[in-house]
């Protein structure tokens, strides 16, 4: 019979449903029912696209004699991290106190009072390479329960006060010093990779808010140019369908890990838009296009909401091969051209891709498989066009066509079509942002779908947003994360769209943030408030994830409020919670990269671009903006002056004004002017 996990929305949950344990999601009623019993509570946290998550499901959840071990001595609870990422949180950061380290599945166990007292991320069904037997563990925790409980009690009350103080903002640095910023560069230059680019060894992660942060500042942005191409050209990056899988295993960026998230690639985007606004280089511009296009046919919605993620595995009736779709051998891609007539060509798309007999990737689950190719070009393609003729650009659009053509007929990893808001602000920003830089109303369309799907299904009348949408059910209070990045996606729409309903609906985002984040005392923002229910602490998040953090987006937002209404006390909280984690950021070598962008934003000088006309005549001067990079310029197009401060007193059709510090040039109709004062800009 299904479990308690086949109500549930999550995808994630509905995995285990057909499990032999005894699941509970997260709810009062599973830890009363602890409580009733007198046991612990087994804490189980992941999400659909992991794969070792895969793994230990397949190992022991769905295991008959684990199960029974499990529903014997605890109450057994499912949480995706997705959906709560506040329980997350709160729990990882007693797993990373308890074992150093952290990650998915990620395993904890609790006292019926929700205290955890031991921890750990992924068992094994059997003792294997250090690590105990999930069974083992299960024994060991039920003894210690039954015969040593108030140790374990007290080792729950002692971790439990170690993650609230680990929790509480420190009080604040005071002003970031005069070079804080060359500080920060020169810090990630200490770790980066100046041959493959990337910071730090294996494995390599996309890092997208340090590399936005990175373009912003001069001395820094051979880092992040040189890491984005060497990025767009490995396996990393789906050579034929666009997107980036989640990392890399390796330092060359070459394996993957292949699961694909939406964060990853709306974040991605928009550093690539800006590399292309930098250098100009159309390869930053159609790896872009090939991303967002890959998220239009397999992530968004029939109702305009985008989808959370894809796995790594795909499933065979073996069970999950890991890469499966997207890897070759020379014999498939060979048979794949010579049936497409382009057989001729296939020395060259086996040179261009890398693809030997040797293979570069085997998953070691399923041997049986044996070894397959990642895509990645060892060769750029301008070299290859120069060493074996301008013509092989062409020659392998057409093979890569076919090959992807092909690719679609194969079984395809599951997709998690669960809505997450705070995600959907970051993809709202790509495809605004791509509408905006690559004059395509395509991607601006589906920019302004979103923003409808998201007010009309997870706004609620009071003008807070919920977290998830699933099967037509919106649900979670939303957390800061949504609030914030939701907030700064409207931004960019407004800048890309001049439609200020957009404006004004993110400055209503930010007045919740305001109202039931912040913290005055602290100087900080929590990552819940207002209805959200109360856990053992209060995150107060300035490192950056693989998404950039509450705090950072929070900033930011802030500073925008600021440009566009003339709110000063926007500006202040802005620069307190920067204030507030300087100490670590001028420490750190990486990780604070939304922090970084927002310290640099709160230094830079207050620049607005207001473009005053109908659309028609605003077409030329916005084309003009839109290929210089102007990170921290508040952009404002409009039919006519209005209520924000830049607007006021502006008329004319078709006419650019260019101010800075409060002070405007005079207008221009001619795109050649305001280009030359735009690179006046400071």
């Known amino acids: 019979m299904p479990n308690r996990l086949a109500a549930e929305s999550s995808p994630y949950l509905r995995q285990h449903a057909e499990n032999p344990v005894d699941w509970w999601p997260w709810s009062a009623e599973a830890f009363a029912e ?88 992924y068992f094994p069904p059997q003792d294997a390479h250090g690590m105990p037997s999930f069974r083992r563990v299960l024994a060991s925790l039920t003894e210690v329960w039954t015969n040593r409980r108030e140790q374990a009690l007290g080792n729950a009350k002692a971790l439990t006060e170690h993650i609230r103080e680990a929790s509480a903002p ?79 295993v390796d330092a060359q960026w070459l394996v993957p890990h292949f699961e694909k998230m939406l964060y990853d690639n709306a974040q991605l985007v928009r550093t690539l838009l800006h590399a292309f606004q930098l250098t100009g280089r159309e390869d930053y511009a159609q790896t872009a296009r090939e991303t967002l296009d890959y998220l239009e046919r397999e992530m968004l919605s029939p109702q305009g909401g985008f989808y959370s993620a894809q796995d790594a595995d795909t499933h065979t009736e073996r069970g999950g091969v890991e890469g499966l779709t997207f890897t070759w051998t020379p014999n498939e891609i060979r048979e ?55 013509e092989v650009a062409a020659r392998l659009a057409a093979a890569k066509a076919v090959l992807f053509a092909a690719r679609q007929t194969r079984a395809q990893p599951h997709t998690d079509d669960k809505v997450l808001t705070s995600w959907n602000g970051l993809a709202l920003a790509a495809f605004a942002d791509a509408g905006r830089i690559l004059g395509e109303p395509h991607y601006l369309e589906l920019a302004r779908q979103n923003a ?43 800048q890309a769209g001049g439609d200020l309903t957009h404006l004004h609906w993110a400055r209503e985002l930010w007045e919740i943030v305001r109202r039931d984040y912040w913290d005055d005392a602290a100087g900080v923002f929590y990552a819940t408030g207002g209805e959200a229910e109360t856990l053992l602490t209060r995150q107060a998040q300035g490192f950056d994830s693989a998404v950039i953090s509450d705090n950072a987006a929070a900033a930011l937002l802030g500073l925008w409020m600021n440009r566009y209404f003339a709110d000063p006390e926007a500006e202040k909280i802005a620069g307190r919670v920067v204030e507030s984690f300087a100490g670590d950021m001028l420490t750190a070598a990486g990780g604070f990269g939304g922090l970084w962008q927002a310290a640099a934003f709160w230094q830079a000088p207050h620049t607005e ?53 409060m002070t405007c040039g005079l207008p221009t109709k001619d795109a050649q002017v305001l280009k030359e004062q735009l690179k006046a800009l400071p």
């Not at 696209?49 to 529903?71: G, I, K, P, R, Y």
């Not at 002003?175 to 230059?189: I, K, S």
């Open 452 to 494: 409808d799907f998201v007010r009309r299904e997870l706004r609620r009348p009071d003008g807070t947003l919920l977290h998830t949408f699933k099967d037509g059910q919106a649900k979670v209070t939303g957390l800061l994360e949504d609030h914030a990045l939701y907030g700064l996606g409207l931004v960019a729409l407004f």
């Open 609 to 661: 671009i207001a473009i005053i006309g109908t659309p028609p005549q605003r077409a030329p001067l916005e084309r003009v903006v839109a290929e210089q990079f102007l990170p921290f310029t508040a952009l404002t197009p409009a039919e006519e002056g209005g209520t924000l401060p830049v607007l006021e007193g502006r008329s004319g059709g078709g006419q650019a004004y260019v101010c800075v510090q």
């Open 336 to 390: 794949v051209l010579e049936a497409a007539g382009l057989g001729a060509d296939t020395d060259l798309v086996l040179r261009a891709y890398g693809v030997t007999d040797a293979g570069n990737f085997a998953d070691p689950h399923q041997p049986s498989y044996g070894s397959r190719n990642v895509l990645h070009l060892p060769t750029p393609l301008r070299a290859l066009s120069r060493d074996l003729g301008p």
């Open 34 to 121: 602890a409580q009733r019993r007198g046991v612990p509570v087994l804490l189980s946290v992941g999400y659909s696209t992991c794969h070792w998550c895969h793994v230990m499901a397949h190992e022991s959840f769905e295991d008959e004699q684990t199960a029974a071990l499990m529903n014997a001595n605890f109450v057994n609870v499912k949480v995706d991290r997705e959906e709560r990422p506040d329980v997350d949180a709160v729990y990882m950061a007693a797993t990373q106190a308890l074992t150093g380290q952290g990650g998915w599945p990620m395993t904890v166990f609790l006292t019926p009072d929700a205290e955890p007292f031991y921890a750990g991320t």
């Open 170 to 248: 420190r009080p604040s640095s005071g002003p970031l010093p005069e070079d804080a910023l060359a500080r920060a560069v020169g810090n990630l230059w200490r770790v980066y990779d100046d041959h493959l680019g990337g910071f730090g060894r294996a494995p390599k992660f996309p890092a997208p808010t340090t590399l936005d942060f990175l373009l912003t500042q001069p001395e820094g942005r051979d880092m992040a140019l040189h890491t984005l191409t060497k990025m767009s050209e490995g396996g990393i990056y789906d050579q034929l369908g666009g997107g980036f899988h989640r990392y890399s």
